[in-house]
């Protein structure tokens, strides 16, 4: 019986050792590089405005989205990754920026086992502290 490999198809990352094959959905890949990201010192949050309204909705009912704000790109053995992040005011934009890209990077070629391209960060917003603040008096308003 011949040995048939079918090539990597879109939304996963097929491996094939000569004894099985792995299968990695790009999901995967995106969750790795959002805990990843979202570990990085000076990272408050993941996604842009709209994303993390409607992730603070769906973490209420389902729990919390890692890949909220990450969009991958999975080759048969590259990826490419956009982060978008919110950073904790006063960290240096650009630190907190290299931070994301080397902590994505690292996760992903060690756990993944692909070799990242490139990681785009935008930095979408500045978490200021007085913000949870400003939080806290709303709820109490309306208790």
Excluded: W
């Excluded at 805990?35 to 973490?59: C, H, K, M, P, Q």
């Amino acid at each position: 019986m011949a040995n048939v490999t079918t090539p990597a198809t879109t939304g996963t990352h097929a491996n094939d050792s000569g004894h099985g094959k792995t299968t990695i959905n790009d999901a995967v890949v995106a969750k790795v590089a959002g805990i990843a990201a979202r570990e990085s010192r000076g990272v408050y949050a993941l996604g842009g405005g709209a994303a993390r309204a409607f992730g603070a909705i769906r973490e209420a009912v389902a729990g919390e989205d890692k890949t909220q704000g990450v969009s991958v790109e999975v080759g048969e053995k590259q990826v490419a990754v956009d982060i978008t992040i919110v950073a904790a005011y006063p960290a240096p934009l650009q630190e907190v920026a290299d931070g994301v890209r080397s902590a994505v990077i690292d996760a992903v070629e060690t756990i993944v086992g692909m070799e990242v391209t490139e990681v785009n960060v935008t930095v979408n917003d500045v978490h200021l502290p007085s913000d949870d603040n400003n939080a806290d008096k709303a709820e109490a308003r309306v208790q």
